[in-house]
């Protein structure tokens, strides 16, 4: 499976609309294609005619470990298959704060369905932060969107010092390439960007580029991809091209490609098929003392962190489970109280009821 991430920390560069339109293309081609919303806003999701504020599972539980990537996959068109985010996605690196081996969550997710995929293809958020961090451990690829702006050649350089720190932190090399957009050919200051961004990085730049088209955004608006929604626009011919470009590159990058397990086993963070982590939240005031417990801790109530969510008072531990059944409780200050958010139950022995997980 071919890992591409899409990156760019200025939003608006065309990012969300290159993963819709090469996920589209690569799979017309004939190619089961795996396309990851990991922004919040859920645009790729909505560009393609699925909505994640809708989706019963999204990446947010994934991440978290509460369920398997498996469950939250939806397929959209032959051949390619989402996996769909919404704005509750943005809560992961308050709830992930401290968390161990956090910038790991999407990888290790992984390695079930590596080769179920022929392509991954990642759309991060308009940010560096743990969810771009995220993609780019599990990417072997990275494609920079970069439009005609001041602003976006400037934010390059950082981008590119970022994707540094990840070569030296995890020993992880990314191969990158860089996608001029929303190119306006008539305009000089369009011709010079793409003519400084070939002279500066000429053997990271595609020699295809995005041109300026009104088509691309009215697709969108419609949860189409191009190809399903203009064939005779330039937008359309130019990720067709696009496409062509990456996969005439198919037989390199395979030489240079590594596996989710093979990445996983060398950092030592390939966790055991009966050995899941699940992160158990609770709704409390933050002056409460809370903790839990249950046949996973013999009993012994472990406290929880707390951290606030989209303005809400939210408590959270992370606990790695073999694979079974337990029951558990929160300890509120001096109240025990089952899980509100798990409608599992089993009776207890004081007449009450504890909650019950199983994995």
């Known amino acids: 499976m071919r890992k591409i991430a899409l990156v760019n920390q200025k939003g608006g560069c065309g990012k969300t609309t290159t993963a819709i339109n090469v996920a589209s293309f690569l799979a017309g081609k004939g190619k089961k294609v795996l396309l990851i919303d990991l922004d919040p806003q859920g ?5 393609l005619g699925a ?3 809708q989706a019963e599972k999204t990446i947010y539980e994934v ?5 398997p990537i498996r469950e939250a996959i939806q397929t959209v068109a032959e051949n390619l298959d989402v996996v769909l985010s919404d704005v509750i996605l943005s809560a992961f690196e308050q709830v992930m704060a ?3 081996e956090r910038e790991y969550k ?14 991954l293809i990642i759309d991060s958020p308009p940010s560096v932060g743990l969810l771009t961090f995220n993609g780019l451990v599990a990417a072997e690829e990275v494609i920079i969107p970069v439009d005609a702006s001041s602003f976006s050649l400037h934010g390059l350089g950082k981008l590119l010092d970022t994707i540094q720190i990840i070569d030296e932190k995890v020993d992880h090399r990314l191969s990158v390439k860089i996608l001029a957009t929303n190119i306006d050919r008539r305009t000089t200051f369009c011709r010079e960007v793409v003519k400084s961004l070939r002279d500066r990085f000429s053997k990271n730049c595609f020699k295809t580029i995005i041109n300026t088209c009104t088509k691309l955004r009215e697709a969108a608006s419609h949860g189409k991809a191009i190809a399903e929604y203009n064939t005779h626009c330039a937008g359309f011919r130019d990720y067709q091209d696009l496409t062509m470009e990456i996969l005439k590159q198919e037989a390199a990058m395979k030489k240079k ?43 012994v109530p472990e406290s929880l962190h707390f951290t606030e969510s989209q303005g ?16 558990y409780k929160y300890l509120v200050d001096d109240r025990w109280i089952p899980d509100p958010d798990n409608e599992r139950t089993a009776d207890d022995a004081y007449g009450g009821v504890n909650s019950v997980i199983s994995l």
């Open 43 to 47: 645009h790729a999701g909505l560009g």
């Open 51 to 53: 909505q994640g504020d």
């Open 63 to 67: 991440l978290l470990g509460e369920i």
């Open 98 to 100: 401290g968390g161990h």
């Open 106 to 119: 999407l990888v290790q997710s992984l390695v079930d369905i590596e080769a179920e995929y022929d392509y």
């Open 257 to 299: 490609g590594f596996t989710i397990g093979s990445l996983l086993e060398a950092e030592g963070l390939l966790k055991s098929q009966v050995e899941r982590e699940i992160v158990f939240k609770l709704e409390a005031p933050e002056t409460a003392m809370v903790q839990i417990a249950g046949d996973f801790n013999e009993w």
């Open 312 to 327: 809400r008072p939210l408590w959270h531990k992370t606990l790695s489970l073999r694979q079974g059944s337990y029951e």
